[in-house]
């Protein structure tokens, strides 16, 4: 009985070394011999769909304001850092969230250098146009200056189907936007007045932000993407070129002789592989019974 417990005594000391050695020991060796901690640009990328949490978007990756707003700051106290460059290739996303960004870009300190490759368009724009500096791809995605808020209304189709909708709000406009019936008159104006004063608000910061006048962005906001080349001649950005233009740029222009990026990206942690990897075994194993419970033979199906 006494070897049993020592046995298992020593199966649990063994067993929590390694992960002491595995969880903690490890990344902080890693933490303090990682090179990619230094560097004089900071480099931040913004890719994929912009939201305020990231996660999935229509099964695509986003970029999450909250995480942006947090690098710029970090970068912009970091004394190592002498330029922030925005990475870009975005179609843009929520308002919100990409308002969030553009404001923390404009009370950055240090010089913002905003590279737009394949895409920096509607939100994605707004955030570039509060740089210092622009450089697109001449074949890029750009501006695309409006707002949208569309959505499938149903009503048709359940009326097939002979499925209704029974309308219990406390307020009248409650289920303004529902799907399961059409918008009145009085509510498509509604709405249509609210996405008029975000797509003001988007005017004023980009005529503010590229020193244009208020009339010449309202005469480019009609929600029409350029190309790059295009954006160029029409003052929305600054210089046409690809990341060796836009580090040409920084040297010249903040005296640097050579270019250290430190990236400014979340990295999968130890803990996120190791969940990863054990969602993905779960996931096979429910997959698993889930193709013995459904199948053509038995014609039995879990819901």
Do not use: C
Request: a negative charge; hydrophobic letters at 45%; aromatic letters at 10%.
């Amino acid at each position: 009985m006494v070897g049993k417990t020592n046995k298992a005594r020593s199966v649990f000391l063994t067993v929590a070394a390694v992960l002491v050695i595995v969880f903690i020991i490890l990344p902080l060796i890693f933490s303090v011999f990682d090179r990619s901690k230094t560097g004089n640009v900071a480099l931040i990328p913004i890719t994929g769909a912009i939201t305020g949490d990231g996660g999935k978007f229509l099964g695509t990756s986003t970029v999450s304001s909250n995480i942006v707003v947090d690098y710029i700051k970090e970068a912009d106290e970091n004394k190592q850092i002498k330029v922030i460059l925005l990475e870009i290739n975005s179609p843009g996303g929520s308002a919100v969230a990409s308002d969030e960004i553009a404001s923390a870009v404009k009370k950055a300190k240090k010089p913002v250098v905003a590279l737009i490759r394949e895409a920096g368009a509607s939100g994605a724009y707004w955030i570039a146009s509060a740089a210092d500096h622009i450089i697109a791809n001449r074949m890029s995605i750009t501006g695309s200056i409006g707002v949208i808020s569309s959505y499938l209304e149903f009503s048709g189709l359940m009326k097939e189907y002979g499925v209704g909708y029974e309308k219990l709000v406390a307020g009248e406009r409650k289920d303004i936007g529902t799907p399961f019936r059409k918008l009145d008159d009085s509510e498509k104006k509604i709405l249509q007045s609210k996405l008029d004063k975000i797509h003001l608000f988007f005017i004023k910061e980009v005529a503010e932000n590229r020193n244009l006048s208020l009339s010449d962005v309202e005469s480019l906001a009609t929600g029409e993407f350029y190309l790059g080349i295009e954006a160029y001649y029409l003052g929305l950005v600054d210089q046409l070129g690809d990341k060796d233009t836009a580090e040409e740029y920084i040297k010249d222009n903040y005296k640097l002789e050579k270019i250290d990026y430190l990236v400014y990206e979340r990295k999968a942690s130890i803990f996120d592989i190791f969940s990863n990897v054990f969602s993905d075994f779960f996931f096979k194993i429910g997959e698993g019974f889930g193709s013995i419970l459904v199948s053509k033979e038995n014609n039995l199906m879990l819901v």
